[in-house]
T-cell receptor
Framework: KAGVTQTPRYLIKTRGQQVTLSCSPI?????VSWYQQTPGQGLQFLFE???????NKGNFPGRFSGRQFSNSRSEMNVSTLELGDSALYLC????????????FGEGSWLTVV | AQSVTQPDIHITVSEGASLELRCNYS??????LFWYVQSPGQGLQLLLK??????LVQGIKGFEAEFKRSQSSFNLRKPSVHWSDAAEYFC????????????FGTGTQLKVEL
């Protein structure tokens, strides 16, 4: 079956704009998590959604938000983009509540200019 | 707060040589443990995971890892490295009962000399 699908793969935005990234989890998976990867900070957890409810949240400003739909697809939004938001944004999906294998998508490369 | 330490930022090995990448975690209870690999410009591919049971786990691409509770370690090994193994390797943990939130180590960049 298909893996975790993220769109778009690459995008360039201007400071002050907003961006929405999309993630389709593996079929049947109800947990979706988002991570930011940068050379300086490494892999950092943004948030996790399970059955449309945000269950965990990382230490990011309120400009970063997300949601999950009834079909488990998820979106994350970053408003008022800053140069430092340039990063690889990774989505991960998992079947259940905890103690399950976690699979990642190929990521969305965001460049803020 | 839990943390994951990968003490080796860069490792260089010759093709055909054995490999061991170190990972230590800091957490009161045994977490769920993972190793992922990332090639340039790509996402994370799961190599193997440990939840419970046998402390030696086998993964894809000939990798294995051993969980040692007494040392809070989960080191990744491969008996014979191939040039295609050159990539960045991440150790990660999930707190038991903590949903699916992964805490990652800083990664180890593996270079393979031909």
């Amino acid at each position: 079956k298909a893996g975790v699908t993220q769109t778009p793969r690459y995008l360039i935005k201007t400071r002050g704009q907003q961006v929405t990234l999309s993630c389709s989890p593996i079929s049947g998976h109800r947990s979706v998590s988002w991570y930011q990867q940068t050379p300086g900070q490494g892999l950092q957890f943004l948030f996790e959604y399970f059955s449309e409810t945000q269950r965990n949240k990382g230490n990011f400003p309120g400009r970063f938000s997300g949601r999950q739909f009834s079909n488990s697809r998820s979106e994350m939004n970053v408003s008022t983009l800053e140069l430092g938001d340039s990063a690889l944004y990774l989505c991960a999906s998992s079947f259940g509540n905890s103690g399950n294998t976690i699979y990642f998508g190929e990521g969305s490369w965001l460049t803020v200019v | 707060a839990q943390s994951v330490t990968q003490p080796d930022i860069h490792i260089t090995v010759s093709e055909g040589a054995s490999l061991e990448l170190r990972c230590n975690y800091s957490y009161g209870a045994t977490p769920y443990l993972f190793w992922y690999v990332q090639s340039p410009g790509q996402g994370l591919q799961l190599l193997l995971k440990y939840f419970s049971g046998d402390t030696l786990v086998q993964g894809i691409k000939g990798f294995e890892a051993e969980f040692k509770r007494s040392q809070s370690s989960f080191n990744l090994r491969k008996p014979s490295v191939h040039w295609s193994d050159a990539a960045e390797y991440f150790c990660a943990v999930v707190r038991t009962g903590g949903g699916n939130k992964l805490t990652f180590g800083t990664g180890t960049q593996l270079k393979v000399e031909l």
